[in-house]
């Protein structure tokens, strides 16, 4: 008789009680010290692999080994995303009630793909889509009331594509599901700013980058109204297919608002699909005094914002709506045999998966409703308004200070700021070291991005335990790391420029030198001839002479002696000739001087003891 196969250890109710309760202490926990690490994990490529067993266990093993090894392998190489000093990329919220909503979303494990697999994920997700299109001031076709709807997506990205998708569809009259797209046809229109995940969304759906055309911005690097209707004017006159444009409310770069209600009438007038990504700041609008940055919205025929970038939501949370949901569902719809229903085949019920590239989805409207319910409204506002008033004082400080400038409009939590440097350091570079050197001191985290061709850092403020004591300290890290690196380009600029006055007086004391030596030596031997005109051969000849004979000193009379009336050389007789001359023309000049003298001194004076 065979052996009964041995059960899985699967883990009992209590025991997960009992385990659940040690996870949730460890968050917690984990939460109260969070400002106790460095924001940005330290460990080199490859370090967390090593810290693990080759091969998995072959026997199961105790849960608080488990619990021991987030501390000692996992943690190090963690970049903590809620901590406090986070300012890096734009905040990535969660909040103790997003988290219990995944515990239970996790715990049901729903697989939400259609109405009739879990209702309730479905309805659910309807109602709390509707609340938030409310709560931002969406127009009423983005309700589920209306001929359009929400959905929470996956990412941005993902809604971006969708959009796209929804927009070929319609733009083709269904032809693209049938046939395909013809990428030779159709065009996008997106700006300079806008967030890479269009172009990304262009490529897989088959267009390639080709088609995407890229408008210009103004001096506040928002999309030119008039720039696009230029673009879509022409592209239509040349036979292609404007297809959709991507107006961006709070690009990633500097936060920039393409201005929707000037953009609307130009997509309409062209019949382009408007789609508006406002990853970041769509849900600022939570707060009224904020819609004035959407004001236009209600052109857009479709709209996507993240509940988990800044507000207390977890990843993944993405909301998006459209104003027609036909054809968003037209582009995405297949109905195999395995998922027919009653409730799908009536019509009467919304089936998800006909609004997202996959099939399967997750329970994820349960988070939205627990953080909605918990903090309320009022809740969500006071939140967004604390990261604007901060990041407000924050460009206040560095507007007042003259090692900064505030470099783009800040209309949300988001601070460019570009540091000042001396003339002749190279501004990236010092800026990019000086962000290095605070993220690699571990109390902040920042990103840096360009703007008109310079390095610039983003402060992006939202974090829930963010302060202003935690601004007030990155500002003054800021600040302490700029006053160091000036100073030290200042002295490596002093330290070459003294290196360059040695050189110079090194190199005028050896040319000193060289001349004193010079002096020393005399002059160097003339090869050349004395005058201009004389050939080398006059020269030898003239060297070749026999010079004339110089009367020796011994020669002069002895005293008492009678000396010859005129014993003056012929060479005295012939001085004063010149070479051309003959002694017959020169008869009348002066008769040489007497012989005696020319007698050297000390033969005058023997001449004159004698006298």
Not at 287 to 302: I, K, N
Not at 576 to 589: C, H
Request: charged share 25%; hydrophobic share 40%; glycine share 8%.
């Amino acid at each position: 008789m065979n052996e009964p196969e041995p059960l899985p250890p699967h883990m009992t109710p209590e025991q997960f009680r009992q385990h659940g309760h040690e996870v949730v202490d460890w968050i917690a926990d984990y939460w109260a010290r969070i400002g106790s690490f460095p924001v940005r994990s330290q460990v080199s490529p490859g370090d967390v692999r090593e810290a693990l067993p080759a091969a998995p266990p072959e026997q199961g093993e105790p849960f608080s080994a488990v619990l021991a090894d987030l501390d000692r392998v996992v943690l190090p190489g963690v970049t903590h995303w809620q901590h406090p000093g986070f300012l890096g990329y734009f905040p990535a919220n969660t909040s103790g009630p997003s988290v219990l909503g995944d515990l239970v979303s996790a715990g049901l494990g729903v697989q939400g793909m259609s109405w009739v697999t879990s209702p309730a994920a479905t309805e659910l997700e309807q109602h709390v889509l509707d609340w938030l299109a409310g709560l931002l001031g969406l127009p009423e076709s983005f309700h589920s009331t209306g001929p359009g709807g929400g959905v929470v997506q996956d990412s941005s990205s993902g809604a971006n594509l969708v959009a796209l998708l929804a927009a070929l569809h319609r733009a083709g009259g269904g032809e693209t599901v049938r046939r395909g797209v013809r990428p030779d046809e159709y065009t996008v229109y997106v700006s300079a700013e806008t967030h890479s995940s269009m172009e990304k969304a262009v490529r897989i759906a088959g267009l390639g980058s080709d088609a995407v055309r890229v408008v210009e911005v103004d001096g506040d690097l928002a999309m030119r109204p008039a720039a696009l209707a230029a673009r879509l004017e022409r592209d239509r006159a040349r036979g292609h297919r404007p297809v959709l444009v991507c107006a961006t409310v709070g690009t990633t770069s500097t936060t920039a608002v393409d201005p929707l209600a000037e953009l609307g009438p130009i997509c309409r007038d062209h019949g382009v699909w408007l789609h508006v990504d406002a990853a970041y700041a769509g849900v600022s609008a939570v707060a009224p005094e904020l819609r004035a940055l959407q004001a236009g919205v209600e052109w857009a025929d479709s709209y996507t914002t993240d509940a988990h970038k800044w507000l207390l939501t977890g990843f993944d949370a993405t909301l998006f709506w459209v104003a027609d949901r036909a054809a968003l569902t037209g582009a995405l719809a297949i109905l195999p045999e395995y998922l027919r229903n009653a409730a799908t085949e009536a019509g009467a019920v919304v089936d998800y998966r006909d609004w997202q590239i996959e099939l399967g989805r997750r329970f994820r409207a349960l988070k939205l409703w627990f953080v909605l319910r918990w903090y309320g409204a009022e809740g969500l506002r006071a939140h967004i308004r604390s990261g604007v008033a901060l990041a407000r004082e924050l460009a206040g400080w560095a507007e007042a200070d003259d090692r900064f400038d505030v470099v783009t409009p800040r209309p949300l939590s988001l601070v460019c700021l570009r540091p000042r440097w001396d003339v002749d350091v190279d501004a990236d570079v010092a800026t990019m070291t000086l962000l290095e050197r605070l993220n690699d001191g571990g109390e902040v985290f920042l990103t840096h991005t360009t703007v008109r061709g310079q390095a610039v850092l983003r402060v992006a403020i939202g974090a829930p335990a963010t302060t202003r004591a935690h601004v007030e300290r990155a500002w003054a890290l800021l600040c302490e790391g700029h006053d160091w690196l000036a100073a030290d380009f200042a002295e490596s600029a002093a330290e070459r420029a003294r290196e360059e006055a040695e050189r110079r007086a090194a190199a005028e004391r050896s040319r000193e030198e060289a001349e004193r030596a010079r002096a020393v030596a005399g002059p160097a031997p003339v090869e050349t001839p004395a005058a201009q005109d004389e050939t080398a051969a006059q020269a030898r000849a003239q060297e070749e002479l026999t010079p004339p004979e110089a009367v020796p000193a011994g020669s002069a009379t002895a005293p008492g002696s009678t000396a010859p009336e005129s014993t003056a050389p012929e060479s005295t007789a012939l001085e004063g000739l010149s070479p051309e001359s003959t002694p017959a023309e020169d008869a009348g000049r002066t008769a040489p001087p007497e012989a005696d003298a020319a007698v050297p001194e000390d033969a005058e004076a023997a001449r004159g003891t004698g006298s």
